[in-house]
């Protein structure tokens, strides 16, 4: 084999899909996360829960920005939020002054939505800060608030499927030092949580089988979750689903999925936390 075409077949091996997806192994990623955040008492509370969300910020390099898909923001189109500068979202009622007179007010970060916007379909810009399902948890990961944040709406027209599609999107901005998360819960039935030691097997059963499904990268299973016969029970309205599969949208096939943080509270609802990558 002469020179030349040592070189060529070299060139054609490097931009050949194998080599890509091999490749794209060698590129750092920043994790991506699913949060089931829980009751907004977990912002001043220190327990379980809490310690894993410091611990897990410990375990990766500090992002350069970070987008999140909060149950908590539910349209009827895709919205990205664009502020230069956040403001606080209370959004939950009758809980101890101490938590209104929290503020998590990190810049946003209009030149990341303005990419976002544009790889998106149908989506428009919108000015909100952060809800309690980002700013609760990023209070205990990331207390001094110095990394550019925003969200993105939960679009209650999409089908899963779509929901999923556009967590792929989002995937590419992993490349590039972005933290994102989804921040819901596996299960979200508060009209049948008590405060009771007690466990609802329902529960448990449905909570793993979602833990199953994501480990083994099963995401057919999450897309089509309305199906299982005990969806219905786990989320009779399914905003705190979706951001989980914004998150299962993330992840590449050779990322390593840990299941950092799980429990059951309050009966029935999990507290299931998942690092990808």
């Not at 810009?125 to 700013?135: E, P, Q």
């Not at 030691?197 to 309305?226: G, L, M, P, R, T």
Request: hydrophobic share 35%.
């Amino acid at each position: 084999m002469t020179r030349k075409d040592f070189l060529k077949l070299s060139g054609l091996l490097l931009t050949s899909p194998l080599f890509a997806q091999e490749n794209k192994k060698d590129v750092k990623l920043t994790p991506s996360l699913f949060i089931s955040h829980g009751s907004p008492m977990n912002i001043i509370e220190d327990n379980n829960f809490t310690k894993s969300l410091k611990k897990v910020a410990k375990t990766f390099d500090k992002p350069k920005a970070i987008i999140v898909i909060s149950a908590h923001w539910y349209t009827n189109k895709t919205l990205v939020s664009n502020l230069e500068e956040q403001e606080t979202i209370y959004d939950f009622y009758g809980f101890p002054d101490e938590l209104y007179n929290i503020v998590y007010e990190p810049d946003g970060s209009p030149s990341l939505a303005n990419q976002v916007l544009n790889k998106f379909e149908n989506a428009s810009s919108d000015d909100r800060g952060l809800d309690h399902g980002a700013w609760s948890v990023l209070h205990h990961m990331y207390p001094k608030q110095d990394i550019p944040t925003f969200q993105i709406s939960i679009n209650n027209n999409l089908t899963y499927k779509q929901h999923f599609e556009l967590g792929s999107i989002l995937k590419k901005f992993r490349e590039n030092g972005v933290l994102i998360i989804g921040s819901g819960s596996v299960t979200h039935n508060l009209r049948l949580t008590h405060p009771s030691s007690n466990i609802d097997e329902w529960a448990v059963s449905f909570d793993n089988y979602i833990k199953e499904s994501f480990s083994s990268q099963n995401f057919q299973n999450i897309i089509d979750a309305q199906q299982h016969p005990l969806f219905k029970i786990a989320h009779p309205f399914d905003d705190h689903f979706i951001p989980l599969l914004y998150s299962a949208g993330t992840v590449n096939s050779f990322d390593k999925i840990e299941h950092f943080h799980e429990e059951i509270v309050s009966t029935n609802l999990t507290m299931r936390c998942i690092k990808i990558g």
